[in-house]
């Protein structure tokens, strides 16, 4: 009788043990984690882009920062996870910084990722240290259009279905007549098209729907961290449109790259890691 409790005592602690320590959390992200220094920097990628276009920058500052360089899921290849959003990646992206003690970190994101360090620095104040901006404005579409107004029930299934319904010729050729805006450096082309090639189609369409209906002007008023906003040198031709998106920023830095295109960190790298180096050094 004894070793009949004695067993099932056992039992249930093995039955514990699986479901507490067996559960992985799972994140919208994958996530690569190198260098050992006290501050933390996080990295996200913009709309289809893998990890890998920080390459050059963690390999700069990982001597004295940990890097934390995410790949959201479903694009370049990474997972997909269901119901993807702007909000979710928000949120789960703010969770995993939560969940791993991660103290202040600083946020460095371009283009949609430049939108979701807007998004977590204004909705978790308390959680970023410093936030920096790479080609990213609080709502692209009021640029494009000033009367802009957000949908607050957005319907993306008729994107969803365009998209997933390209063969995949089409969608290569949508990817290459888009390049030559938003690249100037040749020698990556194929590499930043290959990124989108290898994104799920469907998260692809959803989150570049959400996106395109996402609005931050007002919410950045929340921002309390230093920001620096580094912006491609076309868009020295929209200045007070662009200054007047950001103009619920406070303590923040504008600075417009001298050549190039949306790919700063391509195009302009010189001056790109010049304005890097002074933001983060400063105290």
Known sequence: MKKLIFLTILLLFMVLCVNVFGQTKSYPFEVQKTGQG?????FIPGFASSGEVWKETTAKFDKTFTCYTLTMAGFAGAQPKPDASFKSWEDGIATYIKDH???KPIIIGH?????LALAIAADYPDLIGKIIIVDALPCLSALMDPSFVSKENND???MITKM????????RQMQNNAIPRLLADTTMKETVIGWSIKSDRKT????YCDFSNTDLREKIKNIQCPSLILLESYFTNFKPAIEDQYKNLKNADFQYANKGLHFIMYDDKEWYFAQLNKFLSAQ
Request: with cysteine.
């Open 38 to 42: 006290k501050q933390a920097l996080i």
């Open 101 to 103: 003690k991660i103290e």
């Open 111 to 115: 283009s949609m990722g430049g939108g």
């Open 156 to 158: 993306c299934s008729s």
């Open 164 to 171: 997933t319904s390209m063969t995949d010729e089409q969608f």
């Open 204 to 207: 692809f369409a959803a989150m």
